[in-house]
């Protein structure tokens, strides 16, 4: 059993910081990457930015400069994942959810695993 927990979430004012969570437990042997997805009112859920257990990065456009992703691995049985969201503007308003892709034994392929969200509202 895999878990991704997230916290960190909330009302904010624009221009305002937020820094999200998320510490995945459970029968994990290896984590390969760990990432943070949004998904905002009527729209298709999106991918916000990751991290590759080598340490390479990439973001969507419209948040590079603003958000920082890193990540902690422990003895490849927990991950944690944090989001640095900095200059936070009324359209980064969604439910973020922390997604992992993860080994659950030696052998096994890697498969993506889902936290339940946390609501970020950017609003004055």
């Known amino acids: 059993q895999v878990q991704l927990v997230e916290s960190g979430g909330g009302l904010v004012q624009p221009g305002g910081s937020l820094r999200l969570s998320c510490v995945a437990s459970?029968?994990?042997?290896?984590?390969?990457?760990m990432g943070w997805y949004r998904q905002a009112p009527g729209k298709q859920r999106e991918l916000v930015a990751r991290?590759?257990?080598?340490?390479?990065?990439?973001?969507?456009d419209s948040v590079k400069g603003r958000f920082t992703i890193s990540t902690i691995a422990r003895d490849n049985a927990k991950g944690t994942v944090y989001l640095q969201m900095n200059s936070l503007k009324p359209e980064d308003t969604a439910v973020y959810y922390c997604?992992?892709?993860?080994?659950?034994?030696?052998?096994?392929?890697?498969?993506?695993?889902w936290g339940q969200g946390t609501q970020v509202t950017v609003s004055s």
């Open positions: 997604n992992a892709y993860i080994r659950i034994r030696l052998g096994a392929g890697f498969y993506g695993y």
């Open positions: 459970g029968s994990i042997f290896s984590i390969n990457t």
């Open positions: 991290v590759t257990s080598g340490g390479s990065t990439n973001y969507e």
